[in-house]
Protein backbone atom coordinates (compact mmCIF):
# COMPACT_ATOMS: atom_id res chain seq x y z
CA UNK A 1 0.00 0.00 0.00
CA UNK A 2 1.35 3.72 -0.96
CA UNK A 3 2.02 6.02 2.01
CA UNK A 4 0.82 9.45 1.81
CA UNK A 5 4.47 10.99 2.32
CA UNK A 6 5.50 8.88 -1.45
CA UNK A 7 2.60 10.44 -3.15
CA UNK A 8 4.47 14.01 -3.26
CA UNK A 9 1.99 15.84 -2.20
CA UNK A 10 3.06 19.56 -0.51
CA UNK A 11 0.53 21.27 1.29
CA UNK A 12 1.32 25.12 1.23
CA UNK A 13 -0.54 26.23 4.00
CA UNK A 14 1.78 28.06 6.26
CA UNK A 15 -0.32 29.37 8.48
CA UNK A 16 0.56 29.59 12.08
CA UNK A 17 -2.25 28.44 14.62
CA UNK A 18 -0.43 29.10 17.67
CA UNK A 19 -0.97 26.35 19.90
CA UNK A 20 -2.12 27.94 22.92
CA UNK A 21 -5.98 28.22 24.31
CA UNK A 22 -8.45 30.25 22.72
CA UNK A 23 -10.13 33.11 25.17
CA UNK A 24 -12.84 35.04 23.55
CA UNK A 25 -12.25 38.68 22.96
CA UNK A 26 -14.79 39.59 25.37
CA UNK A 27 -13.10 38.13 28.54
CA UNK A 28 -10.19 40.49 27.70
CA UNK A 29 -11.76 44.14 27.63
CA UNK A 30 -10.56 46.71 29.22
CA UNK A 31 -7.94 44.39 30.72
CA UNK A 32 -4.26 44.95 29.97
CA UNK A 33 -2.33 42.33 27.58
CA UNK A 34 0.48 41.81 26.32
CA UNK A 35 0.42 40.84 22.07
CA UNK A 36 3.00 38.51 21.48
CA UNK A 37 2.31 37.65 17.82
CA UNK A 38 -0.53 37.76 15.20
CA UNK A 39 -1.65 35.93 11.45
CA UNK A 40 -3.35 37.31 9.12
CA UNK A 41 -5.44 35.92 6.86
CA UNK A 42 -7.04 33.05 8.82
CA UNK A 43 -10.21 31.63 7.11
CA UNK A 44 -12.77 30.48 10.36
CA UNK A 45 -16.61 29.21 9.89
CA UNK A 46 -17.26 33.26 10.50
CA UNK A 47 -15.25 34.13 7.38
CA UNK A 48 -11.89 34.74 5.66
CA UNK A 49 -9.38 37.06 6.50
CA UNK A 50 -9.69 37.28 9.82
CA UNK A 51 -6.35 37.57 12.44
CA UNK A 52 -5.37 35.05 14.73
CA UNK A 53 -4.05 36.97 17.76
CA UNK A 54 -1.61 35.35 20.42
CA UNK A 55 -1.61 37.24 23.38
CA UNK A 56 -0.41 36.83 27.20
CA UNK A 57 -3.03 37.18 29.71
CA UNK A 58 -2.68 36.88 33.53
CA UNK A 59 0.48 35.01 32.84
CA UNK A 60 -0.91 33.11 30.59
CA UNK A 61 -0.58 32.56 26.95
CA UNK A 62 -4.17 32.53 24.98
CA UNK A 63 -5.31 33.34 21.38
CA UNK A 64 -7.90 34.84 20.19
CA UNK A 65 -9.64 35.74 16.63
CA UNK A 66 -10.88 38.73 15.25
CA UNK A 67 -12.13 40.55 12.28
CA UNK A 68 -11.96 43.63 13.61
CA UNK A 69 -10.77 46.22 11.39
CA UNK A 70 -9.16 48.69 14.13
CA UNK A 71 -7.37 45.86 15.67
CA UNK A 72 -6.47 44.43 12.09
CA UNK A 73 -5.01 47.75 10.74
CA UNK A 74 -2.93 48.40 14.25
CA UNK A 75 -1.56 45.46 14.30
CA UNK A 76 -0.20 45.43 10.58
CA UNK A 77 1.34 49.19 11.08
CA UNK A 78 2.84 47.66 14.41
CA UNK A 79 6.87 46.54 13.46
CA UNK A 80 7.55 43.00 14.00
CA UNK A 81 10.57 44.59 15.53
CA UNK A 82 7.96 46.30 18.12
CA UNK A 83 6.60 42.85 19.54
CA UNK A 84 5.74 41.98 22.21
CA UNK A 85 3.82 45.11 23.29
CA UNK A 86 1.42 46.08 26.12
CA UNK A 87 -2.27 47.29 24.87
CA UNK A 88 -6.03 47.59 26.19
CA UNK A 89 -8.59 46.34 23.93
CA UNK A 90 -11.17 48.85 24.36
CA UNK A 91 -14.98 48.65 22.65
CA UNK A 92 -16.72 51.05 20.44
CA UNK A 93 -20.04 51.11 19.25
CA UNK A 94 -21.31 52.68 16.09
CA UNK A 95 -24.41 53.46 14.38
CA UNK A 96 -27.76 52.32 16.14
CA UNK A 97 -28.60 49.66 17.25
CA UNK A 98 -25.74 46.62 18.22
CA UNK A 99 -22.98 47.96 16.23
CA UNK A 100 -20.20 47.31 17.87
CA UNK A 101 -15.93 46.82 17.49
CA UNK A 102 -12.77 46.80 19.28
CA UNK A 103 -9.79 48.81 19.15
CA UNK A 104 -6.14 48.70 20.51
CA UNK A 105 -5.14 51.81 22.93
Known amino acids: MTRFSDLGIDIKDNKNIFQVPVISISEIINCEIEIIDFEPGIKTKYGD ?7 KYEG ?8 AAPIK ?7 RSDFP ?4 IKQKSFGSGSGKTFQLT
Do not use: Q, W
Request: hydrophobic share 45%; charged share 40%.
Open 49 to 55: DRFIVKI
Open 60 to 67: KERKFFTN
Open 73 to 79: EALEKVS
Open 85 to 88: FITI
